[in-house]
């Protein structure tokens, strides 16, 4: 749906660009002309997926293994990045989540997900914004007309309508939500804009893992889904490209949600599992806590 070329000459950043919904907006991007910087803690991974993303794509894939739950090692990465080429785009797309009633959350549990959705977001937003405010203050001030960056972040629904069982993450995100419309507010002048999008329900493996462990998927979002299916990755990957694109640069601190119009008309993705006994919620903990170990595993 788009004309060949339409990302050419933009470098975008997707964190957790390695596998899921980061992967497939990158190998969007790099189909449409972009150069790609794609960060996660795993190098390994990272490595493997811009070797596959380069030979089906085209382009050129650079890639960096960082937490960034490190405000330190965040502010490396971004130096390393803009000491080769500027950037142009960012998308935040690192998260985690798993399921669980709040009132069993550990203040540990809680962080492991604020830390990489809040904090991690945050970092990597502002390290990126302050060496664009500082170029554009060195050449003289931006004026309308002129090319500007863009800040894309990965939201949930939830932020509208809240989300039972998975609280560190509807706070998390709501910050996040609310970091776009008042970055999107100060940064305007400077010729940055920010908008947000919180897909529905788009198959990945780490979403089957921790959010539906011993389920189909797919089953419960088709059930209760106003259109009756789940999101394509060619939708999200068509929308993050809109919006990586010069096509409305009036366009900023916006949330868009896609999701078949699933927030207007449920109280939250996780609402049905209110009625799951306390024997549902250990067999899935006890699933969760077995697909952590093999991840640690495989990461040696």
Known sequence: MFQNDLLKGQRILVTGGGTGLGRAMGEQFLRLGADLVICGRRKGVLDEAAEQMQKDCGGQVRTFGVDIRDAQAVEAMVDEIFAERPLTGLVNNAAGNFISPTEALSSRAFDAIANIVFHGSFYVTNAVGKRWIDATKKAGGWQPGQPMRSVMSIIVTWVENGGPFV??????????????????SEWARYG???NAVGPGVIPTEGMSKRLNPGEDPEARARAGNPMRRVGRMSELQNLASFLMSDGCDWLTGQLVYMDGGNYLANGGNFYPLHEWTDDQ????????????????AQRG
């Open 167 to 184: 609280v560190p993450s509807a706070m998390s995100k709501a910050g996040i939500a609310t970091m776009t419309r008042s970055l999107a």
């Open 192 to 194: 940055i804009r920010l």
């Open 281 to 296: 919620w250990r067999e899935a903990r006890e699933r969760i806590e077995a697909q952590n170990a093999r991840d640690r």
